[in-house]
């Protein structure tokens, strides 16, 4: 029997891991992530009070901006590119994870806060690093670390092209931002029902 249950151990572990690894299934709702992603190897719903208490920015704007960017896929990356339409030659960007951070970002915020460690396909350490980024926003443009909308713009377009405004012509970063504040007025209403 003992051999049994160690030949199984290896099985359970996998597909504890792959449950924890998959999009919750409504993204839509906040309080059915926090459900979801709520138990013995997971955390998020501390995760996000966690990165929200550090940062100032409301829980609802984090989980917002991660829904806009990946929709929740720790492994979510930008489309590929191909030559001649079938030898692929890279991607547009080095964008990776839940945060959908770009390399160069994702070291600048590892070399700041001393956080060498940090994955961007972890959750908590991608809630907690657009914490840092909506806080660094706020504190360099001026931004209110409520306004979602603003700060998604900040997120994608990086803080010297919203200065520039390069957004203003781009109509994926604004149609992000809108579905950022849509998303984080309807996360907000969600959560002060489901607190507890």
Known sequence: MKRHVTRLLPLVAALALAGCASVPRNTANSCAIFAQRDGLWTDWRGDAQRASAESGVPVSVLMATIQAESNFDAHARPPRRWFLGFIPVGRISSAYGFAQALDGTWTEYQTRTGRYGDRRNNF?????????????????????????????????????????????????ALRGAKRAQDMARRYAAQLRQCRG
């Open 124 to 172: 908590a350490d991608a809630i907690r690093f657009i914490g840092w980024y909506h806080a660094e926003s706020a504190r360099r443009l001026g931004i209110a670390k409520d306004d979602a909308y603003r700060l998604y713009l900040a997120y994608h377009s990086g803080h010297v092209g919203y200065e520039k405004g390069v957004w203003r012509g781009r109509a994926e």
